[in-house]
């Protein structure tokens, strides 16, 4: 049976739960649920398991592959638990989109790859490939994307952040 969440943040970070979203975005949402949607996290029993002893008693914790996340939850806006979606990538933020999940605004946090070709902030190194998915948000879907570290930060327009270096592409 699905279950039905009220989702107030999707959020892309590579650290998945931490203490930015367990002290800042959790209170700020008023979230009283996290989903971590991550297909190697899901497939392993440890690592799962330090990521719920690290979420206090009274948020639930589900943690999901993908794939059995798009399947099992209908998503809402304004009924149901209020609920953060955290991805650790945005090639699975972007695959649960093009599977059913529908989001108008996407978070990005934390981004880290050896390879990147730009640093839009202090905390978000994007490589090629992470720029194609944002640019398919961004031209087929209307997503808004930002990057914003904790709720009381300025949010940056992904298009802003991202300006000289498609400029340079062209």
């Not at 279950?3 to 107030?8: E, G, M, P, R, T």
Request: contains cysteine; glycine residues 4%; neutral net charge.
């Amino acid at each position: 049976m699905a279950k039905d969440l009220n989702i107030v943040l999707v959020r892309v970070d590579s650290r998945l739960v931490h203490g930015q979203i367990l002290e800042a975005w959790v209170p700020h949402v008023r979230a009283k649920c996290i989903i971590v949607v991550d297909d190697k996290v899901a497939a392993d029993s440890f690592f799962e398991t330090v990521i719920r002893m690290a979420v206090p008693s009274e948020i639930e914790v589900i943690i999901s592959s993908v794939e059995d996340f798009v399947k099992k939850y209908n998503f809402t806006h304004g009924d149901g638990k209020k609920t953060i979606v955290l991805f650790s990538n945005l090639a699975d933020a972007c695959d649960a989109f093009n599977r059913g999940f529908r989001f108008d605004r996407l978070n990005i946090g934390n981004v880290y790859n050896n390879e990147y070709n730009i640093c839009c902030s202090p905390s978000v190194f994007l490589c090629d490939n992470e720029i194609k998915n944002i640019e398919n948000l961004l031209k087929e879907t209307g997503v808004f994307v930002e990057l914003q570290r904790v709720p009381k930060g300025r949010a940056v327009n992904i298009k802003e952040a991202l300006k000289d270096y498609w400029h340079i592409k062209k």
